[in-house]
């Protein structure tokens, strides 16, 4: 269900002198470069004026690999730059240092073949026994353009005639990827602003999906028990342009390509992925296992804007996407069926004193005359006041964005995984430009991270598909003590990034998630949770203020991800040479494209740590009676406890309490105290039939043993007033050597 890269991943030179290599056609050792270039290549076409050119990335020079004449040869990645160790098990990196001999022939020169062999084989298959591991970081964008039948050999097809625009008849690639899951464990070095070859990453194409911006990760449950491997969502999307097609009229064996919607007009293959029954509202599953891809859900009434941002909530196991068509936000079962939706236009507004905002009913009709491809406004979208971009579950509560002027807000997820109905604004982002949030995160510290992208562009010679150069990329964090004189509980100011090195370092292309941290070396440590900011951009390392030092760190046209440590925010890292870069796609020929990386998401499970309402271990003894309780004679206690459930929560530890009425009492309701000095512990004072009583435990040191005081009593009894009965209980509970603080 994958297929490998067009062109092979580049092998692992550094700087300048990887330059020299490739004009010379050989390596630091004099072996001969052999170009591995597919016959398909990605061409991006560009109007320069009157003359119609085509930009093909096999012009000038082509992607090479390393092979060596007949003699000894090294490992791949015993050529300098950095090597990744394919023992995702232990994360232990290969690092072979460079050559220093050339006495390791035959056995290199076979891994050299194999690996050639799987860049240049047809569909992949899933690497290993599965293609995400703790660590792997998935990237959308643009999959590139293809005129097809270009370089047949047939001369009636070959070429084009005449006067005829290269432009018209350039399509989406559908061979090529969409979607890339990166090796990311070992970084090959201090951080100096170097681009990081990583090996050949496991794709998605088009064909198969489509264009597709959001991304996230359920949890790996598989068959109702943790499997350790997740599956990945994508949501099909609009931000990688719209383009439309009718059929073909000049018996060229292309469709023809349309700037304006008109009868019989289709989206153009590779749009949403038709060949697997895609459209604009579909979400897709990638099997974390067997790469295997699969409709996930599809939101039927999305006309063509597409999905905005998916999350995963673990605790209940179910997926949220924002719907850019219509602005609902749709929560989603574990099987992919839609369950209920959340307006914000509606329900949401009103919360913090503004007007309710219902959709307007706007589609995209491509087949309307009103449709215009290079103008988003007629592409659909719902109003700008409730216009939900990105959507992140965090401390029990579902985090959103909205608008180009981007606010924050949150919903609660109630314990049984409906919407909670408490909408709360929490900010209204302050950046430079009104560009949409299209991503949120949050690291275990409870910071909040956004990442802005641009307003949508789709130039016909698909060059441009957002305006970059202006979003940036910044963090919030609760303030402390809560400032009464501000409206919001987060700081006003948030701290901002450096992304690229442009002027401005503000290259960011709306995707960003949270990383484990790295040694000196670029090694990930696990151990290290959240310890390091992934976001995506344009243009990542052009700057030709900058170029005679940059070239040192490999190629300037980088679309890609950036990789920085989080505590480095501006003023520091400016200019950003204390981050990594990794490039999309492997090309470096295309310098002036902008919006063709869309999201990121990291698979980083964090041991040691409870996520909000995660159930967690804990215990309990047998419950007594209190000293000063005493019934007469030997009586047994009059509860037993069936089960506690322990939980962290965004109001700190709660226990859920199985109770069962072992003396007849008719017990409905309890009353909770603390029998252990400096422990807190609050309770309900009522009980719905059926359900756990909810106690919450705070002043305690993770693991303590807390005296848990029971009045059990019925309702019904303490309505009439005065004395009534009531069960006296003393529950001994152990709580679960986790911390629940932010």
């Known amino acids: 269900m994958t297929s490998t890269p067009g062109t092979p991943w580049p092998p692992r030179p550094t700087g300048a002198r990887r330059d020299h290599r490739l004009r010379d056609r050989v390596n630091a050792l004099g072996f001969p470069l052999v170009p591995l270039t597919l016959h398909r290549s990605r061409r991006i076409v560009i109007m320069r004026k009157a003359d119609n050119s085509i930009g093909d990335e096999r012009a000038g020079t082509p992607r090479l690999a390393l092979v060596c004449a007949a003699g000894s040869v090294g490992s791949p990645l015993d050529f300098g730059g950095s090597s990744m160790s394919r023992d995702h098990r232990r994360f232990a990196p290969s690092r072979a240092g460079r050559l220093g001999g050339v006495a390791k022939a035959a056995s290199a020169f076979l891994v050299l073949a194999l690996t050639a062999g799987l860049w240049l084989g047809g569909p992949a298959r899933a690497q ?82 489509g264009q597709v911006f959001g991304l996230t990760y359920d949890d790996g449950m598989r068959d109702g028990a943790p499997s350790g491997v997740p599956n990945l969502y994508a949501g099909a999307t609009s931000l990688h342009g719209i383009r439309i097609v009718t059929p073909d009229a000049d018996d060229d064996g292309r469709p023809e390509r349309q700037h304006r919607g008109m009868a019989g007009a289709a989206f153009m293959e590779g749009q949403f992925g038709t060949e697997n029954g895609g459209r604009p509202g579909t979400i897709w599953k990638v099997d974390g296992i067997t790469g295997q891809v699969a409709k996930f859900a599809d939101i039927d009434t999305n006309s063509g804007p597409g999905i905005g941002n998916l999350t995963f909530d673990p605790i209940h196991r179910q997926v949220f996407a924002s719907d850019l068509d219509t602005g609902l936000i749709h929560r989603i079962d574990a099987n992919g069926a839609l369950v209920d939706t959340f307006d914000h236009g509606v329900a949401g507004r009103p919360a913090h004193g503004l007007a309710p905002v219902t959709d307007d009913g706007a589609v995209m009709d491509i087949q309307g005359a009103a449709f215009d491809t290079e103008d988003p406004e007629t592409w659909g979208y719902t109003q700008d006041e409730r216009r939900v971009w990105a959507v992140a579950y965090h401390g029990g509560r579902l985090y959103y964005s909205v608008g180009e002027k981007a606010e924050i807000w949150s919903v609660g997820i109630a314990r049984d995984g409906r919407f909670a109905g408490d909408p709360r604004w929490e900010l209204t982002v302050k950046a430079d430009k009104d560009y949409a949030v299209t991503d949120i995160a949050f690291d275990d510290s409870g910071f909040m991270y956004l990442a802005q992208r641009g307003p949508v562009e789709n130039r016909y010679d698909y060059s441009q598909l957002a305006d970059s150069g202006k979003g940036e990329v910044i963090r919030y964090f609760s303030e402390n003590p809560d400032d009464p004189a501000t409206e919001s509980v987060w700081v006003e100011a948030p701290q901002e990034y450096a992304v690229g090195f442009p002027q401005g370092f503000r290259q960011s292309a709306g995707g960003l998630d949270l990383q484990y941290g790295y040694d000196a070396e670029g090694d990930l440590d696990t151990s290290a949770c959240t310890r390091t900011l992934v976001n995506t951009g ?166 303590d043993t807390v005296d848990v005081g029971l009045c059990f009593y019925r309702k019904s009894d303490k309505d009439k007033g005065g004395y009534y009965p009531c069960c006296k209980m003393t529950l001994p509970l152990r709580t679960p050597a986790v911390s629940c603080d932010r």
């Open 128 to 209: 290993e026994t599965r293609i995400i591991y703790p660590g792997s970081m998935a990237v959308t964008g643009f999959s590139g353009t293809v005129i097809p039948d270009f370089d047949s050999s047939d001369s009636e097809k070959g070429g084009l005639p005449p006067g005829v625009d290269p432009i018209d008849e350039t399509f989406i690639d559908t061979a090529r990827a969409t979607l890339r899951v990166f090796d990311v464990s070992s970084l090959g070095g201090p951080a100096s602003g170097q681009l990081v070859y990583t090996p050949p990453p496991f794709e998605v194409t088009s064909g198969q999906i």
């Open 538 to 703: 344009d243009k990542l390392r052009d700057n030709p203020a900058l170029a005679e030092r940059l070239a040192a760190g490999g190629p300037l046209a980088v679309h890609g991800v950036q990789i920085t440590p989080r505590e480095l925010v501006k003023p520091a890292n400016v200019p950003p040479f204390g981050s990594r870069f990794v490039d999309f796609d492997g090309y470096f020929e295309d310098p002036e494209v902008e919006g063709h990386v869309g999201d990121v998401a990291v698979w980083h499970p964090c041991e040691g740590r409870a996520g909000y309402y995660e159930e967690i271990p804990g215990g309990y003894l047998p419950p007594f009676y209190p000293p000063d309780f005493q019934p007469p004679g030997n009586l047994p206690p009059c509860l037993d406890v069936d089960d506690v459930r322990y939980f962290c929560t965004p109001r700190g530890l709660e226990a859920d309490l199985y109770l069962h009425d072992h003396a007849g009492l008719g017990g409905d309701s309890i009353k909770a105290q603390s029998r252990t000095p400096g422990v807190g512990v609050t309770s309900p004072m009522s009980h719905v039939p059926g359900k756990p009583y909810t106690i919450g435990i705070t002043g305690h040191d993770p693991g």
